[in-house]
């Protein structure tokens, strides 16, 4: 795992991208969150990043795992709640259909 600082966060569509301390640049869904919730992210978090060495559109990585880094103050209560609107909810857009 590589320490990392959000960089970018769009939670509309759950998709953002954090700054590694080595200058990697890696895009993330909400769906790698592991230990946050979408509420959680927010730009400037410290998180620990597990990353895949697969491109993402302008990314030349991607993430696999994105975690609370060591110290920092989140809500793991807020996990277990199943009705929490934080969870990570994909908009309902049809990408795949040419217009």
Known sequence: MVEARVWKWNPANGTGAVHTVDGLFVWFHCTSLDGLTHAEV???LTVQVVIDP???GQYAYRAEHIRPAAGVEHDP???ARADDSAYCEIPNTDYGRPH
């Open 42 to 44: 927010a730009v400037g």
């Open 77 to 79: 209560i807020r996990r």
């Open 54 to 56: 697969n491109p993402q």
